[in-house]
């Protein structure tokens, strides 16, 4: 069972450059969401997705896009990168019941721009 | 807005002592509470969830207990080893208007020395 999968791992970006992170989740859950964690910083969410086909913006969403792709999958997108957003990127998943909503994340991508 | 705090950043304990983490928040309307665990270079996973509406988590060696009132929970971890040796996030739940959203805290680093 491979929970939440994140690509890539690593990546360096020069100022301007766009790309696409890739989150999937196998567990069937319906919310997904994508989180930066900055050193000495808790983790900021920046787009959620409640269900599939819905997207909504967390506290942090300047300078990026994302797209629920279908239940499984949900990208994240710079389209021009700046300094300011190197960071550790973790998407995570979760299915509430009630008021129990656990997330589960994946391992991060480390994310450098020069 | 809802904000949470982790003191202190960091804490170094021998092997065998009791630990004590803090959290503390700001708006006392949440779901729940979750404390997390983060190893170096990987992603969070979640060690014990204390609804609203309970006092207390309890698993294995760990024990939270939440105040709503006050704003604050506590994560002891009993008779400490150096695998536990992590970084400890506390993150609350509040449902937004259109979806479930984690405000974390700073995070507490704990080291275990043998």
């Known amino acids: 069972n491979a929970g939440v999968t994140q690509t890539p791992k690593f990546q360096v970006l020069k100022t301007g450059q766009s790309m696409t992170l890739q989150c999937a989740q196998d567990m069937n859950h319906n919310s997904m969401y994508w989180y930066r964690q900055d050193p000495g910083m808790g983790l900021r969410l920046i787009y959620y997705?409640?269900?599939?086909?819905?997207?909504d913006k967390g506290e942090v969403p300047n300078g990026y896009n994302v797209s629920r792709l279908n239940k499984r999958e949900f990208s994240l997108r710079l389209e021009s990168a700046a300094p300011s957003q190197t960071s550790v990127y973790f998407c995570?998943?979760?299915?509430?019941?009630?008021?129990?909503?656990?997330?589960?994340f994946g391992p991060g991508t480390r994310l450098t721009v020069l | 807005k809802q904000e949470v705090t982790q003191i202190p950043a960091a804490l170094s304990v021998p092997e065998g002592e009791n630990l004590v983490l803090n959290c503390s928040f700001t708006d006392s309307a949440i779901y729940n509470l979750q404390w997390f665990r983060q190893d170096p270079g990987k992603g969070l996973t979640s060690l014990l969830l204390?609804?609203?509406?309970?006092r207390e988590q309890t698993s294995g060696r760990l024990n939270a207990s939440l105040d709503k009132s006050s704003g604050r929970s506590t994560l002891y971890i009993a008779a400490s080893q150096p695998g536990d040796s992590a970084t400890y996030l506390c993150?609350?739940?509040?449902?937004?208007?259109?979806?479930?959203?984690?405000?974390f805290g700073g995070g507490t680093r704990v080291l275990v020395k043998p």
């Open positions: 995570a998943s979760s299915n509430r019941q009630g008021r129990v909503d656990t997330q589960y």
């Open positions: 997705s409640a269900s599939e086909g819905t997207t």
């Open positions: 204390i609804q609203s509406s309970q």
């Open positions: 993150a609350v739940d509040a449902k937004g208007a259109a979806g479930n959203k984690l405000t």
